[in-house]
């Protein structure tokens, strides 16, 4: 089983260079700040890794602490803990919140169509 912190962590402005490169992937963004109030984010802890070992071969699967990524703003992220996914730079799709396998499976599905 993968951890969250075997999975790539991105900072300041490389989530703007991911949309500029127009690259296709998966954003987990989570909240240390928050951790221990919104269970959730202990949820999806757990859950995303496990989309990334079952799904990572085909797409990118990344995180990173709402904190630390100012870009989030533009795209109307406010809270964590959030799912997004991006087909060519564009974000498609979000999921907040914890989702149930099947909702997560369909996020993927659209992106990889």
Known sequence: ??????????GRGQLKELIERRETFVLYVRSE???????????????????ARTFGERVPFLWCDIDEVEELSELKVYFAPVVLFFKGGELVSR???????????????????
């Open 1 to 10: 089983m993968e951890r969250l912190e075997e999975l790539e962590k991105i």
């Open 33 to 51: 700040k928050d951790f221990s109030k919104i269970k959730e984010i202990f949820d999806v802890d757990v859950v995303f890794p496990e989309l």
């Open 95 to 113: 999921l907040e919140g914890i989702k149930s396998w099947a909702e997560y499976n369909r996020g993927l599905e659209e992106l990889l169509c």
